[in-house]
T-cell receptor, first 115, second 114 residues
Framework: AQTVTQSQPEMSVQEAETVTLSCTYDTSESDYYLFWYKQPPSRQMILVIRQEAYKQQNATENRFSVNFQKAAKSFSLKISDSQLGDAAMYFCAYRIPSAGNMLTFGGGTRLMVKP | EAQVTQNPRYLITVTGKKLTVTCSQNMNHEYMSWYRQDPGLGLRQIYYSMNVEVTDKGDVPEGYKVSRKEKRNFPLILESPSPNQTSLYFC?????????????FGSGTRLTVV
Protein backbone atom coordinates (compact mmCIF):
# COMPACT_ATOMS: atom_id res chain seq x y z
CA ALA A 1 0.00 0.00 0.00
CA GLN A 2 1.12 3.50 -0.70
CA THR A 3 1.76 5.40 2.52
CA VAL A 4 2.93 8.75 3.82
CA THR A 5 4.28 8.95 7.37
CA GLN A 6 4.76 12.00 9.54
CA SER A 7 6.48 10.77 12.68
CA GLN A 8 6.11 13.97 14.72
CA PRO A 9 2.52 14.51 15.89
CA GLU A 10 3.52 17.83 17.49
CA MET A 11 6.43 20.22 17.22
CA SER A 12 7.15 23.58 18.76
CA VAL A 13 9.51 26.36 17.74
CA GLN A 14 10.49 29.73 19.12
CA GLU A 15 9.48 32.71 17.04
CA ALA A 16 12.25 33.66 14.55
CA GLU A 17 13.90 30.26 14.86
CA THR A 18 14.03 27.44 12.28
CA VAL A 19 12.10 24.19 12.45
CA THR A 20 12.07 21.07 10.29
CA LEU A 21 9.05 18.81 9.89
CA SER A 22 9.71 15.23 8.81
CA CYS A 23 7.92 13.18 6.18
CA THR A 24 8.70 9.80 4.71
CA TYR A 25 6.75 7.97 2.06
CA ASP A 26 6.61 4.62 0.44
CA THR A 27 6.24 3.99 -3.28
CA SER A 28 7.96 1.88 -5.89
CA GLU A 29 7.09 4.38 -8.62
CA SER A 30 9.68 6.77 -10.03
CA ASP A 31 7.17 9.38 -11.23
CA TYR A 32 5.33 11.21 -8.48
CA TYR A 33 4.77 14.62 -6.97
CA LEU A 34 5.17 15.74 -3.37
CA PHE A 35 3.35 18.48 -1.48
CA TRP A 36 3.17 20.19 1.88
CA TYR A 37 -0.15 21.67 2.96
CA LYS A 38 -0.82 23.98 5.89
CA GLN A 39 -4.09 23.91 7.84
CA PRO A 40 -4.47 26.85 10.26
CA PRO A 41 -7.26 26.96 12.87
CA SER A 42 -9.59 28.30 10.18
CA ARG A 43 -9.19 24.70 8.82
CA GLN A 44 -8.59 25.96 5.27
CA MET A 45 -6.09 23.75 3.42
CA ILE A 46 -3.32 25.90 1.93
CA LEU A 47 -0.66 24.61 -0.46
CA VAL A 48 2.76 25.58 0.91
CA ILE A 49 5.21 23.97 -1.48
CA ARG A 50 5.44 21.28 -4.14
CA GLN A 51 8.21 19.13 -5.62
CA GLU A 52 8.44 16.96 -8.70
CA ALA A 53 10.25 13.70 -7.98
CA TYR A 54 12.29 13.92 -11.19
CA LYS A 55 13.82 17.23 -10.10
CA GLN A 56 16.91 17.00 -7.94
CA GLN A 57 16.83 20.64 -6.91
CA ASN A 58 14.96 21.26 -3.69
CA ALA A 59 11.91 23.51 -3.96
CA THR A 60 11.87 26.83 -2.12
CA GLU A 61 9.05 29.29 -1.45
CA ASN A 62 10.18 32.30 0.58
CA ARG A 63 10.78 31.05 4.15
CA PHE A 64 9.72 27.50 3.27
CA SER A 65 12.06 24.97 1.72
CA VAL A 66 12.22 21.21 1.40
CA ASN A 67 14.94 18.63 1.73
CA PHE A 68 14.04 15.98 -0.83
CA GLN A 69 16.01 12.74 -0.51
CA LYS A 70 14.61 10.47 -3.21
CA ALA A 71 16.66 7.38 -2.36
CA ALA A 72 15.66 7.64 1.30
CA LYS A 73 12.06 8.52 0.35
CA SER A 74 12.18 11.53 2.60
CA PHE A 75 10.59 14.95 2.07
CA SER A 76 11.10 17.26 5.04
CA LEU A 77 9.86 20.83 5.31
CA LYS A 78 12.05 23.56 6.75
CA ILE A 79 10.49 26.78 8.00
CA SER A 80 12.96 29.59 8.57
CA ASP A 81 12.38 32.69 10.69
CA SER A 82 9.22 31.17 12.15
CA GLN A 83 6.30 33.51 12.66
CA LEU A 84 3.24 33.26 14.89
CA GLY A 85 1.12 32.84 11.77
CA ASP A 86 2.97 29.63 10.94
CA ALA A 87 1.22 27.85 13.80
CA ALA A 88 -0.96 25.22 12.12
CA MET A 89 -1.31 21.57 11.19
CA TYR A 90 1.05 20.60 8.38
CA PHE A 91 0.31 17.72 6.05
CA CYS A 92 2.73 16.01 3.73
CA ALA A 93 1.18 14.40 0.64
CA TYR A 94 2.05 12.76 -2.64
CA ARG A 95 0.38 12.13 -5.92
CA ILE A 96 1.25 9.19 -8.19
CA PRO A 97 0.08 9.38 -11.82
CA SER A 98 0.09 5.62 -12.29
CA ALA A 99 -2.09 5.13 -9.19
CA GLY A 100 -5.02 7.28 -10.26
CA ASN A 101 -3.41 10.54 -9.20
CA MET A 102 -5.04 10.43 -5.79
CA LEU A 103 -3.48 12.82 -3.30
CA THR A 104 -2.38 10.65 -0.35
CA PHE A 105 -1.79 12.43 2.95
CA GLY A 106 0.24 11.76 6.06
CA GLY A 107 -1.32 12.02 9.52
CA GLY A 108 -0.16 15.59 10.07
CA THR A 109 2.15 17.50 12.42
CA ARG A 110 0.83 20.23 14.68
CA LEU A 111 3.29 23.11 14.82
CA MET A 112 3.18 25.52 17.74
CA VAL A 113 5.11 28.79 17.62
CA LYS A 114 6.15 30.34 20.93
CA PRO A 115 6.47 34.12 21.15
CA GLU B 1 -12.75 35.01 -6.82
CA ALA B 2 -11.60 31.50 -7.76
CA GLN B 3 -12.85 29.14 -5.10
CA VAL B 4 -14.43 25.88 -4.04
CA THR B 5 -17.62 26.43 -2.09
CA GLN B 6 -18.94 23.84 0.32
CA ASN B 7 -22.18 23.93 2.21
CA PRO B 8 -23.07 23.66 4.98
CA ARG B 9 -20.07 24.52 7.11
CA TYR B 10 -21.48 22.71 10.14
CA LEU B 11 -24.11 20.00 10.28
CA ILE B 12 -25.53 17.93 13.11
CA THR B 13 -27.86 15.12 12.11
CA VAL B 14 -29.33 11.90 13.44
CA THR B 15 -28.48 8.37 12.43
CA GLY B 16 -30.23 7.29 9.26
CA LYS B 17 -31.40 10.69 8.04
CA LYS B 18 -30.22 11.23 4.48
CA LEU B 19 -28.11 14.31 3.85
CA THR B 20 -26.24 16.01 1.05
CA VAL B 21 -23.17 18.20 1.29
CA THR B 22 -22.83 20.43 -1.72
CA CYS B 23 -19.62 21.40 -3.48
CA SER B 24 -19.21 23.86 -6.32
CA GLN B 25 -16.12 25.27 -8.05
CA ASN B 26 -15.92 28.25 -10.40
CA MET B 27 -12.54 27.50 -12.00
CA ASN B 28 -13.67 25.10 -14.75
CA HIS B 29 -11.61 22.34 -13.12
CA GLU B 30 -11.92 18.84 -14.55
CA TYR B 31 -10.95 16.96 -11.42
CA MET B 32 -12.93 17.01 -8.19
CA SER B 33 -12.62 14.96 -5.06
CA TRP B 34 -14.03 14.41 -1.58
CA TYR B 35 -11.89 13.76 1.49
CA ARG B 36 -12.60 13.13 5.13
CA GLN B 37 -10.22 14.25 7.86
CA ASP B 38 -9.91 12.37 11.13
CA PRO B 39 -7.36 12.96 13.92
CA GLY B 40 -4.09 11.12 13.34
CA LEU B 41 -5.23 9.79 9.97
CA GLY B 42 -4.79 12.89 7.86
CA LEU B 43 -7.13 13.22 4.90
CA ARG B 44 -8.46 10.15 3.17
CA GLN B 45 -10.11 10.18 -0.22
CA ILE B 46 -13.75 9.10 -0.42
CA TYR B 47 -14.60 9.56 -4.11
CA TYR B 48 -13.18 11.43 -7.04
CA SER B 49 -14.30 12.51 -10.49
CA MET B 50 -12.11 12.94 -13.55
CA ASN B 51 -14.82 14.82 -15.43
CA VAL B 52 -18.58 15.03 -15.95
CA GLU B 53 -20.29 11.66 -15.49
CA VAL B 54 -16.95 10.01 -14.54
CA THR B 55 -16.62 9.09 -10.87
CA ASP B 56 -14.63 6.48 -8.99
CA LYS B 57 -14.03 5.23 -5.47
CA GLY B 58 -11.20 6.43 -3.29
CA ASP B 59 -9.86 4.74 -0.19
CA VAL B 60 -12.95 4.98 2.04
CA PRO B 61 -16.11 5.01 -0.16
CA GLU B 62 -18.41 2.88 2.02
CA GLY B 63 -21.56 4.71 3.07
CA TYR B 64 -21.14 7.55 0.55
CA LYS B 65 -22.42 8.39 -2.91
CA VAL B 66 -21.49 11.10 -5.37
CA SER B 67 -22.62 12.38 -8.73
CA ARG B 68 -21.10 14.70 -11.35
CA LYS B 69 -23.83 15.86 -13.68
CA GLU B 70 -22.25 19.26 -14.26
CA LYS B 71 -18.60 20.20 -14.34
CA ARG B 72 -18.85 22.70 -11.48
CA ASN B 73 -20.82 20.60 -8.95
CA PHE B 74 -19.86 17.47 -7.05
CA PRO B 75 -22.26 16.73 -4.17
CA LEU B 76 -21.55 14.15 -1.47
CA ILE B 77 -24.54 12.10 -0.38
CA LEU B 78 -24.88 10.11 2.83
CA GLU B 79 -28.03 8.04 2.36
CA SER B 80 -28.07 6.59 5.88
CA PRO B 81 -25.48 8.37 8.04
CA SER B 82 -23.97 6.58 10.99
CA PRO B 83 -21.92 7.90 13.95
CA ASN B 84 -18.66 6.61 12.41
CA GLN B 85 -19.19 9.14 9.61
CA THR B 86 -18.75 11.98 12.08
CA SER B 87 -15.80 13.80 10.58
CA LEU B 88 -14.50 16.90 8.83
CA TYR B 89 -15.17 16.74 5.11
CA PHE B 90 -13.35 18.56 2.34
CA CYS B 91 -14.16 18.99 -1.30
CA UNK B 92 -11.23 19.75 -3.58
CA UNK B 93 -10.66 20.45 -7.25
CA UNK B 94 -7.73 20.53 -9.66
CA UNK B 95 -7.40 21.70 -13.28
CA UNK B 96 -6.43 18.21 -14.35
CA UNK B 97 -5.46 15.15 -12.33
CA UNK B 98 -1.94 15.09 -13.76
CA UNK B 99 1.18 16.94 -12.80
CA UNK B 100 2.10 19.17 -9.93
CA UNK B 101 -1.23 20.88 -9.81
CA UNK B 102 -2.12 21.34 -6.22
CA UNK B 103 -5.69 20.95 -5.18
CA UNK B 104 -7.92 23.90 -4.28
CA PHE B 105 -9.87 22.97 -1.17
CA GLY B 106 -13.21 24.11 0.12
CA SER B 107 -13.55 25.42 3.68
CA GLY B 108 -14.70 22.08 5.06
CA THR B 109 -17.92 20.71 6.51
CA ARG B 110 -17.93 19.58 10.12
CA LEU B 111 -20.48 16.72 10.27
CA THR B 112 -21.71 15.21 13.52
CA VAL B 113 -23.99 12.17 13.41
CA VAL B 114 -25.73 11.37 16.70
Amino acid sequence: AQTVTQSQPEMSVQEAETVTLSCTYDTSESDYYLFWYKQPPSRQMILVIRQEAYKQQNATENRFSVNFQKAAKSFSLKISDSQLGDAAMYFCAYRIPSAGNMLTFGGGTRLMVKP
Amino acid sequence: EAQVTQNPRYLITVTGKKLTVTCSQNMNHEYMSWYRQDPGLGLRQIYYSMNVEVTDKGDVPEGYKVSRKEKRNFPLILESPSPNQTSLYFCASSPKPQGTYGYTFGSGTRLTVV
